[in-house]
């Protein structure tokens, strides 16, 4: 297997010493953004982390490790909050790549061939930042690109919201026109962050766009997280999020967690999903009927039928997972994996971060599974090793022990 972490945000590398003596120096300057992220924490886990204590009591240290690693399933807005402790104590610079070039050449010392880090440009930049961040961000992988052995490459991860996207995506694409030597150390583009309220097909026009860009440039990789986190709607919906995701062109999808979670470890919940949302999901199950049928899922005409007239456009769509429901969504997950195979869809799959932030309490229930049962093409990945308190090596051995279980 090829030492390759293909989804890694390069900041979330960071683990808890990393942070710690990061703060020590910068902790009371930074008092500002710490405010940020004990609120934002506050919200999320209920509990105003007291951040001087890190750096003030003698065993702070324990208390930043207990704030920041993220070690219990959870769900992804607790993820954020732990994560919001790096963007206070290391906001992006435009003259600065020490922290980046840390990381990555402790990356280099796990034997990586190839470390593919996601970054993004800070929400304070204005064009003439990004332009300095790009520049002096590319230079520096360069540079390291020649001594080690490990080659990195940058994938940017772009906001979700339209009007931040385009504005970042034209600084990426005019910087990548004007600067074509350093901009070979770009070769890509991620949507990330909280994915609920942002469906892929609202993003129609902006790959289209893109993937005209990619024809007068050297092409660019269009990654996308999901299928993630999806508590808002109910596995068909996230399913079909997926399959819109891989048909509107994205190269790999990121961790598609729905997609092949098993779905018995809903059993007995009930989900509320929006009249829009599933409106959508009944009509998309109509129209892929038959390709449905032929990958082993039959739409259940009746129950169709009966939970659509349920919905009068206002109300909202209750979901059981009864007993019946889960061995029919099985079948629905199989015959969609089968279907998205033959499209040729390639996952990332992080299988630590998949077991926290996808909530899923065992090994028994994780996607890992059910991926390779159907052979989908598979690529590997960290997410967030320092949160996560893992490592390439640690990931790869779970990742073969899935291999290996299956195929003795
Ligand atoms: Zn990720």
Redesign the pocket.
């Known amino acids: 297997m090829k030492k390759e972490d293909l989804?890694?945000?390069l900041h979330?590398c960071l683990t808890a010493e990393d942070l710690w003596f990061l703060g020590k120096d910068v902790y009371k300057k930074n008092n500002i953004l710490l405010d940020w992220y004990a609120r934002e924490y506050e919200k999320a886990w209920n509990k105003r982390p007291l951040y001087q204590d890190y750096w003030e009591k003698e065993n702070g240290f324990e208390l930043l490790s207990q704030d920041y690693l993220f070690l219990e399933p959870s769900h992804f807005d607790r993820f954020q909050a732990c994560f919001n402790l790096i963007i206070a104590l290391c906001p992006l610079k435009t003259h600065d790549f020490s922290i980046q070039e840390y990381i990555i050449r402790k990356r280099s010392e796990e034997n990586l061939s190839y470390f593919e880090a996601?970054t993004i440009f800070s929400p304070r930049f204005d064009k003439k930042d990004a332009f300095q961040y790009l520049e002096g961000l590319t230079r520096c992988v360069k540079n390291l690109n020649k001594e080690l052995t490990m080659q990195t490459k940058l994938v940017f991860s772009l906001p979700r919201e339209e009007i931040f996207l385009e504005k970042q995506y034209d600084w990426l694409q005019e910087f990548i026109s004007q600067n074509k030597f350093l901009a070979k150390e770009i070769v890509g583009i991620d949507f990330?962050f909280s994915e609920e309220n942002h469906p892929p097909r609202e993003k129609r026009r902006f790959f289209k766009k893109f993937f005209l860009d990619n024809q007068k440039r050297k092409p660019l990789k269009l990654l996308y997280?999901v299928g993630?986190s999806f508590r808002d709607k109910t596995l068909f919906s996230a399913i079909r999020w997926i399959t819109e995701a891989h048909r509107l062109g994205a190269h790999r999808l990121?961790?598609a967690i729905a997609l092949g979670v098993d779905p018995s470890l809903y059993e007995g919940k009930e989900v509320l999903e929006s009249p829009l949302e599933a409106a959508q999901t009944f009509q998309w199950l109509e129209e892929n009927k038959s390709s449905l049928k032929n990958f082993g899922y039959e739409l259940n005409g009746d129950w169709h039928k009966k939970e659509r007239s349920l919905l009068d456009g206002n109300s909202y769509w209750k979901f059981s997972y009864r007993k019946e429901k889960i061995e029919e969504l099985r079948v629905f997950q199989n015959a969609c994996q089968k279907m998205l195979k033959e499209e040729s869809v390639v996952i990332e799959t992080?299988p630590t971060?998949n077991l926290r932030i996808g909530e899923i309490s065992s090994f028994f229930y994780h996607p890992i599974r059910s991926f390779f049962k159907n052979d989908l093409s598979l690529v590997l990945?960290t997410?967030?090793p320092g949160i996560f308190k893992t490592s390439f090596l640690e990931e790869e051995k779970i990742f073969k022990s899935f291999q290996e279980n299956l195929f003795g």
């Open positions: 989804h890694v945000h979330g996601r990330a997280h993630e990121g961790h992080c971060s990945g997410d967030d």
